[in-house]
């Protein structure tokens, strides 16, 4: 089994910065990559950002390149941390970031079918 567990959003300013964590246990053997999604009210799940565990190779939506940015730290064999940097924060980033994990796959990494684990989203709000 393995689990997702999102942490650090918040409400901020426009201009601020924000980091989400993104911790998955268990089984972690069968991962072979974690992403982030959002989700804004009324529209549909888009692919923020993923990463390989195996080669650290990452992925960032080309509208967000440049503000955001993933990494992870590898802990043991049961456990990892993703992480979600995003700087200069708007307001249409406001939104709920899920990370979600996924085993090999030839399945592109930037859609949500890659992914078999998600994790209970986290909400993201920036004010202007």
């Known amino acids: 089994q393995v689990r997702v567990v999102e942490s650090g959003g918040g409400s901020v300013i426009a201009g601020d910065s924000l980091r989400l964590s993104c911790t998955v246990s268990g089984r972690i053997f069968r991962i072979h990559h974690v992403g982030w999604f959002r989700q804004a009210p009324g529209k549909e799940r888009e692919f923020v950002a993923a990463?390989?565990?195996?080669?650290?190779?990452?992925?960032?939506?080309d509208s967000m390149k440049g503000r955001f940015t993933i990494s992870s730290i590898s802990k043991d064999d049961t456990g990892s941390t993703v992480y979600l940097q995003m700087d200069n924060l708007k307001p249409e980033d406001t939104a709920v970031y899920y990370c979600a994990a996924g085993p090999i796959s030839t399945i592109s990494l930037l859609t949500s079918r890659a992914y078999s684990y998600w994790g209970q989203g986290t909400q993201v709000t920036v004010s202007s």
């Open positions: 990463i390989r565990s195996n080669s650290d190779t990452t992925y960032v939506s």
